[in-house]
């Protein structure tokens, strides 16, 4: 059986997390994400019981990487991400990079490009 209020009470609380991250974050000296990246490498590494063989800093630009051989970098890498992803409010993380043209990318620039009496005319084609 549903309950409502409960539903709601809880997504009350998972709204309100992310605030409070933040604000505790920026409270603890990291203001942007960039400056929480380390810290949350490193966090995660104790959360998921690995410790200081979880991740390295690089020697000449002091930057926190994870360790990609360990047994436990993908779920490491996971809560690092999700962390991170809270913090920028986002829920995903951007596309790579990639080289070739998105092709729905391009039918829809095209579509937006048409008149609406043109848009018109090819909704009703793919709704035939």
């Not at 998105?102 to 039918?107: C, L, S």
């Not at 937006?112 to 793919?126: F, H, N, P, T, Y």
Request: hydrophobic share 40%; net charge positive; with cysteine.
């Amino acid at each position: 059986m549903t309950n409502k209020a409960n539903a709601f009470k809880t997504l009350d609380t998972f709204a309100d997390s992310r605030v409070k991250l933040i604000a505790g974050m920026q409270k603890a000296g990291y203001a942007t994400v960039e400056a929480c990246r380390p810290i949350v490498i490193e966090w995660a590494c104790a959360k998921m019981e690995v410790g200081e063989a979880g991740f390295k800093v690089h020697d000449v630009t002091g930057k926190v990487s994870l360790i990609t051989s360990h047994p436990k970098y993908e779920s490491t890498k996971t809560v690092v991400r999700d962390v991170l992803n809270m913090l920028k409010g986002v829920t995903r993380s951007t596309s790579s990079g990639r080289k070739e043209d998105d092709p729905v990318a391009k039918i829809i620039e095209a579509f937006g490009k048409l008149s609406v009496a043109e848009q018109r005319k090819v909704l009703k084609a793919i709704v035939a």
